[in-house]
């Protein structure tokens, strides 16, 4: 079955305590990125990946960083969370080079940070 | 820049027809996307429009007007499953498979 696995799905954490959340994918996307979603903002991206070991920010990269060592996990790591970024975040995959490729998304991990 | 608008909220009553619309301002446009979130879940795709004119799936259709910004999704026969946040989203030469976003519409499906 075709999907993005995100880890953990809800997670309460403090402030300047490092975290990641993983995400994997099993249909051999190049694409790769990650989305906050806060009320009224919609989803924002963070950073994004078009293939292994290349990365870039996105519109809203403060406070975090990713990596791409291989085409399936693109994991998301906060050095020093803070409560600004508490939100839901979403993992989301697709295929480059088709503009009508959708983008599979994965459930969602919901963060708080005290 | 890039804007896309649609309304925040809206109403309807099961077995009826809603139209949500969204309108959008960007360069490079690629086409657009039309998801659908249930709270707390993963947006689930909808359709895409790259052309002008009307793809029907369904109960669901998405129309295209490129030279207006305009983009409208309609549900028809409204079931109580349909209560959801619609996202409207467009891709961008050039971007990949950057989508960027309007805030969607959350949809309330009445008995």
């Known amino acids: 079955e075709a999907q993005v696995t995100q880890n953990p799905r809800y997670l309460i954490t403090v402030t300047g305590k490092k975290l990641t959340v993983t995400c994997s994918q099993n249909?051999?996307?190049?694409?790769m990125s990650w989305y906050r979603q806060d009320p009224g903002l919609g989803l924002r991206q963070i950073y994004y990946s078009m293939n292994v070991e290349v990365t870039d920010k996105g519109d809203v990269p403060e406070g975090y960083k990713v990596s791409r060592k291989e085409k399936r996990n693109f994991p998301l790591i906060l050095e020093s969370p803070s409560p600004n970024q508490t939100s839901l975040y979403f993992c989301?995959?697709?295929?480059?080079?088709?503009?009508?490729?959708?983008?599979?998304f994965g459930q969602g991990t919901r963060l708080t940070v005290v | 820049g890039q804007n896309i608008d649609q309304p925040t909220e809206m109403t309807a009553t099961e077995g009826a027809i809603v139209q949500i619309n969204c309108t959008y301002q960007?360069?490079?446009?690629?086409?657009l996307f039309w998801y659908q979130q249930h709270a707390g879940e993963a947006p689930t795709f909808l359709s895409y429009n790259v052309l002008d004119g009307l793809e029907e799936k369904g109960r669901f259709s998405s129309f295209l007007s490129r030279s207006k910004g305009y983009s409208y999704l309609l549900l028809k026969e409204l079931q109580m499953k349909d209560s959801a946040s619609y996202l409207c989203a467009v891709n961008r030469y050039n971007q990949g498979g950057k989508l960027i976003f309007g805030q969607g519409t959350e949809l309330s499906v009445k008995p």
């Open positions: 249909m051999n996307h190049e694409y």
């Open positions: 989301a995959s697709s295929l480059i080079g088709d503009s009508a490729a959708e983008a599979f």
């Open positions: 960007t360069s490079g446009f690629n086409g």
